[in-house]
């Protein structure tokens, strides 16, 4: 891992972050739509996409969100949840005490620096934490496979595929 990793803070989010994470957001959306990735997330800035800006309300609120911080700025966002999210119902609950990641983040121009690797390593210690011995997560399945071999790079491992209409997605888990 890059040494500035050590520079990283990872601090508890809150509703004066959604701000930052939105424009993290749509940052990513145009990333992904200049490398011809427009099936991930659409093509529309996620701020502007119906719903967008109170889901991100609600993580600050409802879940466990998690900003990591260079030098005092975001740089990436992480939440936590008990289970996947109730309009995924596709994902089939864990059968056991889980946490899972709702979303993972990283300011683009940062990319390399093992922003989200650090988020990762704070959600398992956040499991840990909690008495609980699993954490998932789900992703987009489609293009090269590279955002699942990211997670799988991160101590997951695939479990079940999902479509969710014409979106192929994966779920991952990690033992803690």
Request: proline share 8%; aromatic share 8%; charged share 20%.
């Given at each position: 891992?890059?040494d500035?990793?050590?520079d990283?803070?990872?601090?508890?989010g809150g509703?004066a972050?959604?701000?930052?994470v939105?424009d993290?957001?749509d940052?990513?959306?145009?990333?992904?739509?200049?490398?011809?990735?427009t099936?991930?997330?659409?093509?529309?800035?996620?701020?502007?996409?119906p719903?967008?800006?109170e889901?991100?309300?609600g993580?600050?609120?409802?879940?466990?969100?998690?900003v990591?911080?260079?030098?005092?700025?975001?740089v990436?966002?992480l939440v936590?949840?008990?289970?996947?999210?109730?309009k995924?119902?596709?994902?089939?609950?864990a059968?056991e005490?889980?946490?899972y990641?709702r979303?993972?983040?990283?300011?683009?121009r940062y990319?390399?620096?093992?922003?989200?690797?650090?988020?990762l390593?704070?959600?398992?210690?956040?499991t840990r934490?909690a008495?609980v011995?699993?954490?998932r997560?789900?992703?987009?399945?489609g293009?090269?496979?590279e955002?699942v071999a990211?997670?799988?790079?991160?101590?997951?491992?695939?479990?079940?595929?999902?479509l969710?209409?014409?979106?192929?997605?994966?779920?991952?888990?990690q033992?803690?």
């Amino acid at each position: 891992m890059n040494d500035i990793a050590h520079d990283i803070r990872i601090r508890p989010g809150g509703p004066a972050d959604v701000p930052a994470v939105l424009d993290m957001l749509d940052a990513a959306v145009a990333w992904m739509n200049a490398r011809g990735n427009t099936e991930q997330w659409g093509t529309i800035p996620y701020s502007q996409i119906p719903g967008g800006v109170e889901r991100v309300q609600g993580y600050a609120t409802e879940n466990s969100p998690y900003v990591a911080e260079l030098g005092g700025v975001p740089v990436g966002a992480l939440v936590l949840d008990s289970g996947p999210s109730p309009k995924m119902p596709m994902i089939a609950p864990a059968g056991e005490p889980e946490r899972y990641v709702r979303l993972l983040v990283s300011d683009r121009r940062y990319a390399g620096l093992g922003i989200g690797a650090a988020l990762l390593a704070r959600a398992v210690e956040e499991t840990r934490r909690a008495g609980v011995e699993l954490l998932r997560v789900d992703c987009w399945a489609g293009g090269t496979g590279e955002l699942v071999a990211y997670y799988e790079r991160n101590g997951f491992t695939r479990t079940d595929p999902f479509l969710s209409g014409t979106w192929p997605g994966q779920v991952l888990a990690q033992r803690v």
